[in-house]
């Protein structure tokens, strides 16, 4: 994520020397069969990480976006059917109610921004909540293949 930031922060500082006005390439399109690379989640109390847990996937979990704006992810035996839209670089994920090992989850919905490439995307979703005069933010970062 830093180098990203800093291959951005170049790359701005570059084109604001320049006269003429660019305009960035979109990402490639999110559309098809992507399989969980990494995933990290990261907690931050009051801007202070407590907690962090990265891991690793061998190839056989996957989110498949279709071009009809549905989806399905598979993590292990499970999986779960949500719809999309994007919007610049943002997409909006939304899961229907559904029911997980017994359990019944309600309906929501997530913003995240993303890049994506021919063979890869990058999904970054990032949540925070004030309670108690504490800010609790959680981040999401998974990169994704196309095998």
């Known amino acids: 994520m830093n180098k990203i930031l800093l291959v951005a922060l170049a790359a701005i500082a570059l084109f604001m020397g320049c006269q003429k006005k660019s305009t960035p390439s979109p990402s490639a399109s999110i559309v098809g069969k992507w399989y969980i690379t990494t995933d990290t989640t990261r907690q931050y109390t009051n801007n202070v990480l407590t907690d962090q847990d990265p891991e690793s996937f061998d190839h056989t979990d996957y989110v498949q976006f279709n071009s009809?704006?549905?989806g399905v992810q598979l993590s292990g035996d499970e999986s779960g059917n949500f719809t999309?839209?994007?919007k610049g670089n943002s997409v909006t994920l939304n899961y229907p109610?559904?029911?997980v090992d017994n359990t019944t989850i309600d309906a929501f919905s997530k913003t995240a921004t993303y890049k994506a490439t021919s063979s890869a995307l990058y999904i970054f979703i990032t949540d925070t909540e004030t309670d108690g005069g504490a800010?609790?933010?959680y981040t999401e970062s998974t990169y994704f293949t196309n095998k």
């Open 135 to 137: 800010t609790y933010r």
């Open 68 to 70: 009809d704006g549905s």
């Open 97 to 99: 109610k559904q029911v």
């Open 84 to 86: 999309y839209s994007v």
